[in-house]
């Protein structure tokens, strides 16, 4: 036997715990997807209209926190001449980090032939975009002068200056645009079948008409699929590439400086796997919510924590080494900058928050390695919101360490965050919980005809 | 007016076998209607080469050239400026913008050939008319055969269909 046979049996193998029996049907695949958005009356949404209340209340918070950026400008936050950058650019490189997950997760896994992707690419994919979304703001929102972000475009103006391609921000601006778009149309074409079921299954007329205008009179012929699997497979294989590019950039936002403790060649894949394990943690978190919200038991079992928790253990070495890597290069490089900056990151004024910043991102996740701790899904809940706390910190600290301790000691101040900062984070949170809970009333939050299709295969196994 | 035989099967694995035995009895399969991809149902009909990767790459490619050559234009000719003696064609810095647009482009372009390729949007089609073809997008698996002209060869080929396990059969116009 040839290797690629042997290969090609393995592949073959019937995965047949990514469904539990009871669902293993067509049509309640379809009931348990598809129900709580066209029958609505069978169904309580009390705990989403108390969410969607709470989020939008949150949500009116950020937008009154963005009028005030844009009435009076950066100072309402607590920015100082050292520290330029405080919570705004943080949340920007910890939102972009989800953002990125999702199309990172569903591409590769689909290039990887990981049948389990089926019950969780589409609200992976859609975190992906609403986090994006978010993360695009914060830019904007932290200039001095958010009026002329277009200044980042190459148009022909009378100034006759043109954008300086040179600059990682430019490269920011251009691979943020391009990812968002990119996203929204992957998202889309996974969509398309989906549509055409809850057209197919809609009774008022409404419905039939807004999803059939979505689903493009979709009729699942074979040549349509075909056609569909080409478009999806290659958009898969553009995303991986793409998805890396991007967070590489915003890590060379960083190490394109001459900062201490920016500036280092580490910094490109160490923030791709940040915004890998971050975004893998929000996954997890988005799976249980919607698992419980969605009573999905049969769709997303324990099997899909397991396998999600082992990706994040790996994750939480690989964010280890690298931080250890970066020690080792401050204290080996002999830089006096460099080995100052270390000495003050364990030791300074943010010191307990880096502490627990290694405690939440590399020392809790070591639970990982037992059985029990990834088969209980309120344990890797918990794990995974521990982590998403430990990668703001690291993006937080990124930021606060080397701007209040840089070259010169004469330069040196703390950044002390104002009540504006934390209303624009945690607002930010509420639109990203608003723009989900709109999803998940409109959208099939899981892929029906790829559960479909698996379903079939345990089935037929 | 020619008219189609659709013939509608309740599981995967009747229908792939249906699928099969047509082919093998030499009656064309005129299309196959799915609520998943069914890989096997795929070599039952005859497929047009699809272009949608080659309009992929032509329209990331030109992408990428057209951004390269703004960046080429405005740093080179149109506004050259001497930092510190850099070059002003910096290649390795001008590639990010390139690969990111190109992709997208690339993106939508085979969107484009998709939409091509597929006929859609198309609201509004005859199958739609059919009763119980709303099954297709949930679990029902329809193969569609041309219908003989012949009264005893339509019947011969129902009585096939019948053999091979379709819970419904269904003549209908093309």
């Known amino acids: ?461 | 007016m020619t008219a189609m035989l659709l013939a509608a099967f309740d599981d995967t694995v009747r229908f792939v076998e249906a699928a099969r035995h047509a082919k093998n009895a030499r009656y064309p399969v005129l299309d196959a209607y799915t609520p998943f991809p069914v890989e096997a149902v795929r070599d039952v009909i005859e497929h047009r080469r699809s272009h949608i990767r080659l309009a992929m790459f032509i329209g990331g490619a030109a992408m990428a050239a057209l951004a390269y050559g703004i960046e080429y234009f405005s740093a080179v000719l149109n506004y050259p400026y001497n930092a510190g003696g850099r070059p002003l064609d910096a290649w390795p810095a001008f590639m990010l913008v390139p690969f990111a647009t190109g992709i997208l482009v690339a993106a939508i372009a085979g969107f484009a050939a998709f939409l091509i390729e597929t006929g859609l949007p198309r609201l509004h089609d005859r199958l739609f008319a059919i009763e119980g073809f709303e099954r297709v997008s949930q679990d029902r698996f329809v193969l569609a055969l041309p219908c003989p002209q012949a009264e005893d060869e339509k019947l011969k080929l129902i009585a096939f269909l019948r053999r091979t396990g379709a819970a419904a059969i269904r003549e209908v116009e093309r």
């Open chain 1, 1 to 461: 036997m040839t290797l690629a046979a042997v290969a090609h049996e393995r592949i073959a193998e019937p995965p047949a715990r990514w469904t539990l029996p009871d669902v293993r049907d067509l049509e309640t695949v379809n009931a348990l997807i598809a129900d709580p958005l066209l029958r609505r009356d069978t169904w309580t949404w009390r705990a989403w209209w108390i969410a969607f209340a709470l989020s939008l209340a949150l949500t009116v918070a950020f937008l009154l926190a963005v009028f005030l950026i844009f009435q009076r400008g950066i100072g309402i936050w607590g920015l100082n001449t050292t520290v330029v950058w405080g919570f705004a650019i943080a949340d920007y490189v910890w939102w972009i980090g989800i953002g990125n997950a999702g199309t990172l997760i569903s591409a590769m896994l689909l290039l990887m032939r990981q049948k389990w992707r089926a019950s969780t690419n589409r609200f992976a994919e859609a975190m992906t975009l609403f986090a994006a979304t978010i993360a695009g703001i914060f830019p904007i929102i932290h200039m001095g002068r958010p009026l002329y972000w277009y200044w980042l475009t190459p148009y022909p103006n009378t100034m006759h200056v043109w954008p300086q391609w040179r600059s990682a921000l430019i490269w920011d601006f251009w691979a943020i645009l391009s990812y968002i778009l990119f996203s929204i149309l992957f998202w889309y074409v996974g969509l398309i079948p989906d549509f055409a079921t809850i057209r197919d299954r809609a009774a008022t007329r409404r419905a039939r008409v807004i999803y059939g205008a979505l689903a493009l009179g979709w009729r699942g012929s074979a040549r349509h699929w075909h056609a569909y699997e080409r478009l999806h497979l290659a958009l898969a294989c553009l995303g991986v590439p793409l998805v890396v590019s991007l967070h590489s950039v915003v890590g060379m936002d960083f190490a394109a400086s001459l900062m201490p403790g920016w500036q280092e060649t580490i910094f490109p894949p160490y923030f791709v796997v940040g915004a890998m394990y971050s975004g893998f943690a929000m996954v997890v978190c988005l799976a249980a919510l919607v698992r419980w919200g969605f009573r999905m038991q049969g769709l997303i079992t324990t099997a899909h924590f397991d396998v999600m928790a082992k990706v994040m253990l790996a994750a939480a070495i690989i964010m280890g080494l690298s931080y250890a890597t970066e020690w080792f290069n401050a204290w080996y490089g002999g830089e006096r900058a460099d080995r100052s900056l270390l000495v003050f990151e364990f030791t300074g004024a943010y010191a307990p928050m880096f502490w627990a910043l290694l405690l939440c991102n590399v020392a809790i996740p070591q639970a990982f390695w037992f059985g029990t701790a990834r088969q209980n899904i309120v344990a890797v809940f918990v794990i995974a919101v521990l982590i998403n706390v430990g990668m703001w910190l690291e993006r937080i600290l990124i930021i606060w360490n080397t701007l209040s301790h840089d070259y010169t000691p004469s330069m040196w101040r703390l950044f002390l965050p104002t009540a504006w900062d934390w209303i624009t984070t945690l607002g930010s949170l509420g639109l990203f919980a608003l723009m989900y809970l709109v999803f998940v009333r409109l959208v099939p939050v899981v892929s029906m005809h790829e559960v479909r299709q698996l379903v079939a295969e345990e089935r037929s196994s």
